[in-house]
């Protein structure tokens, strides 16, 4: 758990935060910085895409270190990387490169900058071949690279007024919502399309279904004729999507920040009848620690912080929705999060719980954190100390932990409960957790799908058997 990732300013006005991480959101394509993803039985992340000559290029070594244990060497305008005893030499500004005595071509010319091989997209397929010993599949539209044959596979079928799809695996996509549309996009799941792009069935109420891949992103957008709701099912393999319950409470893009101090903002009026986006109060707010620029701790060669934590995040929001418990991540991809954006989304979203997840390689099991709060002056006017935000709320977040705790127990898993002086959970205005998962006996179970299913189990049941005593009635 680094700290890096948890420091900020004791004091800080609410009325001047402008946090737009959004929870429920329109429909749309995939936008941002252009990203390069890649899918493996090991490892699924992304990678960022620059342009140099009008081709698309990305850092090799970033690809590399992945899959093994690298070595790179540069010399003037020559670079070399070693993996698995293979190494191939490059010239900057060369296409011909060399693979022990042999030569071959890339498509583009190969880049040197500050030390970093740069190589095109494209030119994958020829490259992670020589290195993995395996086959390499490029989707160069939406750039999505497929090492080996990781892919999941779906279907999809009317049930009633209901659409089910199932999954090969289990997935967990960030879902967005708009009048007659349902949209679900998959950032880190090996999505491939069922051979057509777009379905039509024999409903009036959901008509049609569009697979796209955009970005690094796959999606399936849902067409309906009322607004649409999903419900996880089978362990993350299937997904029904229906017409949202009757009733459902208006969505705002963003959840309303709780003002504290600061005056009551005037009543909203009501949204159209026309334009309705069902929407669920939530439950738990998920983090999973660290992401883009932030590694979190290198757990191994092949294996950082923020990628496990992201992968424990989703089966815990996976899990809770398979009880019934509405849940969010404060992050679905590899994005840069201060923590200062994390507490402001968190108390945004008015939910009951927050749950940070980190990973360490030191000990054994799960720890489970609570706030330690400081000593803090008194708030004045409309400024507040978020040092101490906490300060109403530990006995909840006591209840929590406790909770997690003794289901982790339970399934025969080391447990502690422990209290520091942690950010963001100082600064927030909900019952908040910290939950750190530490190794059964070796590295490798950090990203074992066992061991991380077991954790998001427990945090889980341990939430909803705690429900009740996590706020005030």
């Given at each position: 758990m680094h700290s890096r990732s948890m420091h900020w300013s004791r004091y800080r006005l609410r009325l001047c935060v402008c946090i737009c991480l959004v929870i429920s959101a329109p429909v749309s394509g995939s936008s941002g910085p252009k990203q390069l993803t890649i899918f493996s039985d090991a490892a699924s992340f992304s990678l960022p895409v620059?342009?140099?000559?009008?081709?698309?290029?990305?850092?090799?070594m970033e690809i590399l270190r992945r899959f093994g244990r690298t070595d790179t060497r540069?010399?003037?305008?020559?670079?070399r990387v070693t993996l698995n005893n293979l190494t191939v030499e490059f010239k900057n500004g060369k296409t011909r490169f060399k693979v022990g005595k042999s030569d071959a071509d890339l498509s583009a010319p190969f880049y040197?900058?500050?030390g970093m091989g740069y190589v095109t997209v494209d030119s994958l397929t020829t490259l992670l071949p020589l290195f993995l010993q395996t086959q390499v599949t490029l989707h160069q539209n939406s750039r999505r690279l497929f090492v080996g044959n990781p892919a999941v596979h779906f279907t999809a079928q009317t049930s009633g007024t209901a659409l089910v799809l199932n999954f090969s695996s289990a997935v967990n996509p960030s879902i967005s919502t708009e009048p007659g549309k349902l949209r679900m996009s998959f950032s880190r799941e090996p999505l491939v399309a069922p051979g057509t792009e777009r379905l039509s069935f024999d409903s009036k109420v959901i008509p049609s279904a569009v697979y796209s891949e955009e970005n690094g992103t796959a999606a399936i957008t849902v067409n309906g004729s009322a607004p649409l709701f999903a419900r996880f099912s089978n362990d993350g393999r299937t997904i029904n999507i229906s017409p949202a319950p009757q009733g459902a409470a208006q969505a705002a893009s963003t959840p309303t920040v709780n003002q504290g101090n600061a005056p009551a903002a005037p009543p909203q009026a009501p949204a159209p009848a026309s334009s309705p986006i069902p929407f669920v109060p939530v439950f738990a707010v998920i983090d999973p620690a660290h992401g883009g620029d932030d590694q979190g701790e290198q757990l191994s060669p092949q294996l950082a912080e923020k990628d496990v934590t992201l992968a424990i995040a989703t089966r815990i929001r996976q899990e809770l929705q398979a009880r019934g418990m509405t849940a969010v991540l404060l992050r679905s991809s590899d994005i840069t999060l201060a923590a200062d954006q994390r507490a402001s989304a968190a108390n945004r979203s008015q939910a009951t719980v927050y749950i940070a997840v980190h990973a360490v390689s030191l000990g054994s099991g799960v720890r489970v954190y609570t706030s330690l709060l400081p000593?803090?002056?008194?708030?004045?006017?409309?400024?507040l100390d978020w040092q101490t935000a906490q300060s109403g709320y530990r006995t909840f977040s006591q209840a929590a932990a406790e909770s997690?705790?003794?289901?982790?127990?339970?399934?025969?898993?080391?447990?502690r409960t422990l209290v520091a002086p942690l950010q963001p959970l100082n600064n927030l205005e909900m019952a908040s957790v910290a939950v750190e998962l530490a190794p059964r006996s070796t590295i490798a179970d950090l990203n074992s799908p066992n061991y991380q299913q077991t954790l998001a189990e427990s945090v889980a049941a341990g939430l909803a058997a705690a429900h009740d005593r996590l706020r005030k009635p």
């Open positions: 620059r342009e140099q000559g009008g081709r698309e290029y990305v850092d090799l540069s010399d003037h305008d020559r670079w040197l900058e500050n000593a803090s002056g008194d708030s004045r006017g409309p400024f997690v705790a003794a289901e982790v127990s339970r399934r025969q898993m080391k447990s």
